[in-house]
Structures are given as structure tokens and as C-alpha cells.
């Protein structure tokens, strides 16, 4: 079991319905209270510890209500990394579908990163995508989120 206060956030927009379901057995199995936040309408599972808000259309509404919400110890499920950093300082730790944590000491390194992508993008140059989640990746991610709520525990 958890601690009392530890609750998981999830920008739901963006996160891969496989990596929903990972959200949703550990939610279950731990008693860990999840709320999925998106802009349209996201079906979750009937469960005390799962729940659904949705948010107003429009840039950034869902990573601000995460913002808004999130509390010291909390973990956020996303991919943004600027949603990551506003997490971090909160006091949370955010982690990515394909498994990367985002702390304190981590969060300068990514926001570099990615800054720097997007210099490059800017300039015309072809970055690329990532590339599709794959069976390791959500592996990946289902150990880093194990591993997270153990110490969290």
C-alpha cells in the first residue's frame, strides 16, 4: 500500500490507451486514487480509485489543471515535458509512457533537450518523431512506475 496522500495524475490527451491500462491494474491493486485529465471525454474503468475530469478545450487547460491539482509526493503520468517541469516544482515527480522519471535533478537536463530540439525545428531542420511505443516501452514504463510506487510506499 501507498502512502495516504500519494495520488497519480495522468494528461490523458496524449497517453497511449496501453499505457491507461497499466495505469489502471496498479490504481487497483494498490488503492492508489487516479485521475485521468484530458479535454474531451476519456471512459475509465468503474473504481473507487479511478476517476475522469474533463477540462475545457483549449492550449494547455489540461496541464494546467494538473498543475493546479498535483501535491508534493504526487506522481504525473506525461510526455510534456514543460507539464513535467511545473510538476517537479510543485514538489511532484512526473514520468513519461516510455518510462523516464522527471525529478529535481533530472527535469534541467530534459527541458535542455528539449529546447534545443526546438531551436532545431525552428531552423527547418527535420528532427523526427519518436518513434511508435513498442512492448519494451511499456514494460519500461510498468517498472519505472512499480519501482516509483515502492519507494512511495
Known sequence: MTGPGLAIWV????CPA???E?????????????????N?????????????????????????HI????RAGDLVITGDIPLAAR?????????????TLYDAESIREHLGRRDFMEELRSAGVQTGGPSSLS?????????????FLARAG
Do not use: C, M, Y
Open 87 to 99: 510538476v517537479v516544482e510543485n514538489g511532484g515527480t512526473a514520468l513519461n509512457p516510455r518510462g
Open 67 to 70: 498543475a493546479d491539482q498535483v
Open 18 to 20: 496501453v499505457i491507461r
Open 22 to 38: 497499466v495505469l489502471f491494474r496498479a490504481a487497483n491493486r494498490l488503492g492508489v486514487t487516479t485521475t485521468l485529465v484530458a
Open 135 to 147: 512492448k519494451g516501452d511499456v514494460q519500461v514504463f510498468a517498472n519505472a512506475l512499480d519501482r
Open 40 to 64: 474531451h471525454h476519456i471512459r475509465v474503468p468503474r473504481s473507487p480509485h479511478i476517476r475522469s475530469t474533463q477540462v475545457a478545450s483549449g492550449f494547455d487547460k489540461a496541464d494546467d
Open 11 to 14: 494528461d490523458a490527451d496524449a
